[in-house]
């Protein structure tokens, strides 16, 4: 079965320092999200993506996040100067198209800033 | 804006026993509801999902109803397992234009033999 996929698992960075996480999307899905979930609190959209720009966005993701689908496979997040309060799972999602149609989330990146 | 109340946890059940996970929205359209479930280590997946009111979704056994009326999704299953260890996120999707699934906290439900 096809699935979503992230890498890497787990990333540790200092703060001020720029992450890129990756994701590869289920190969026929046209939309692509991010979300996050930092410890103990509720998973958050961050963006979502199409036709290769930015859909819509939540207030979270301000000019410190850039989403990019550099090619016709990846789908990256990165974060520009990293804050202790970026430290999170970061789950990314695609689906064949949008509203009620359903959404396919990868494992998730955990991100630890220092 | 949209929003998700979700029972709050950790629940310990022993095997066999009912399960009830309470979710509870509000949403200022018609949402399509959904059941996410995540195994330890794994990511989110879907267990079950409803698009409209009286919709019942099913899956592995576990069942829940959208009710307009009292702006419901709770989660049941008749007979838990331990492998139905894992953490439950009620969410909406919101159909008037937006992508974006708005998530409950999650429920964290451990089951002993």
């Known amino acids: 079965e096809p699935e979503v996929t992230q890498t890497p698992s787990h990333q540790v960075t200092q703060m001020g320092q720029e992450v890129i996480l990756r994701c590869v999307p289920i190969?026929?899905?046209?939309?692509f999200y991010w979300y996050r979930q930092i410890l103990g609190q509720k998973v958050e959209f961050l963006v979502s993506?199409?036709?290769?720009?930015?859909?819509?966005k939540s207030e979270i993701f301000d000019d410190q996040f850039s989403v990019e689908r550099p090619d016709g496979s990846n789908f990256t997040l990165k974060i520009r100067s990293t804050k202790l309060e970026d430290s999170a799972m970061y789950f990314c999602?695609?689906?064949?198209?949008?509203?009620?149609?359903?959404?396919?989330f990868g494992p998730g990146t955990r991100l630890l800033v220092l | 804006g949209d929003s998700v109340t979700q029972m709050e946890g950790p629940v310990t059940l022993s095997e066999e026993a009912f399960l009830t996970i309470n979710c509870t929205y509000t949403a200022t359209g018609y949402p399509s509801l959904f059941w996410y479930v995540q195994y330890p280590g794994e990511g989110l997946q879907l267990l079950l999902k409803a698009t409209k009111a009286d919709d019942k979704g099913s899956n592995k056994g576990f069942e829940a109803t959208y009710r307009k009326e009292t702006t419901s999704f709770h989660l049941e299953k008749g007979s838990v397992q331990v492998s139905d260890s894992a953490v439950y996120f009620c969410a909406l999707s919101d159909p008037g234009g937006n992508e974006k699934l708005t998530f409950g906290t999650g429920t964290r439900l451990t089951i002993i033999p």
């Open positions: 999602a695609s689906s064949v198209s949008s509203g009620i149609e359903t959404q396919y």
């Open positions: 190969s026929n899905h046209l939309y």
């Open positions: 993506f199409y036709n290769n720009e930015i859909s819509e």
